[in-house]
């Protein structure tokens, strides 16, 4: 059979399958999916944390130090997700993805943002500046977050696959981290409507957050870091 041939068998077979779907109790690993039209459906919010112009960075500066760049940040907001209970379901390149589910979701996906930009204020661009105190780089970074029902697939081939998370939170969140990084968190109304009031103000009253439009729709945004 020839590779067209393979082709046109395997999207048919797709498109006309009908698919298995089922409700989720937890963020689903590959293996928990078949490769068929086989889904799992849940309430989730994704948040995704992405380093600023790594463009440049890969651009104007050694190999070896951009790949520190890069470990520093992901490895401690991989941390952070964690220890507010989110999933981590993938990394791409200078960003990481993460899926928090519960009652308590949308708080601990907004508490883990504060943390990081804690983290990359406070520890990694201080500890950076001893390190390399010749350089003016500094880390910079924004992280999306939206909350929606997700229809979570397993895509790719045999031994080659992945999880593919479609709905609204996965797009929202991922496209928010294309704002400035002077504000280094950002979440849809629907994530703010949902917060606990500690993630929202301030022990003395003040906001956290500053609301804005963003492809004509309510936002949020937050310069505030959550200490550790």
Not at 168 to 187: E, I, Q
């Amino acid at each position: 059979m020839s590779l067209s041939a393979d082709f046109a068998k395997e999207v048919r077979k797709i498109f006309r399958e009908t698919w298995t779907t089922r409700k989720g109790r937890k963020v689903p690993e590959p293996e928990d999916l078949g490769l068929g039209n086989d889904a799992v459906e849940l309430d989730g919010t994704v948040l995704y944390a992405d380093l600023d112009d790594s463009t440049n960075l890969v651009d104007s500066y050694k190999p070896k130090f951009a790949a520190e760049i890069y470990k520093a940040y992901l490895s401690c907001a991989a941390k952070v997700i964690k220890s507010e209970g989110g999933v981590i379901t993938s990394y791409d390149g200078d960003r990481i993805m993460a899926v928090y589910i519960g009652d308590s979701k949308n708080t601990a996906a907004a508490r883990s943002a504060l943390k990081i930009n804690y983290t990359v204020s406070e520890i990694i661009n201080p500890i950076l500046k001893e390190c390399y105190s010749k350089t003016n780089f500094r880390v910079k970074q924004v992280v999306g977050i939206d909350t929606s029902n997700l229809f979570v697939a397993r895509t790719g081939i045999r031994k080659s696959n992945d999880l593919v998370w479609v709905g609204r939170a996965a797009n929202y969140a991922a496209k928010l981290c294309s704002l400035s990084p002077d504000y280094p968190s950002g979440l849809t109304a629907a994530v703010y409507n949902k917060l606990h009031k500690s993630v929202k103000y301030s022990d003395d009253g003040r906001s956290m957050w500053e609301k804005f439009t963003w492809n004509n729709m309510a936002v949020y945004r937050s310069t505030w870091w959550w200490k550790l």
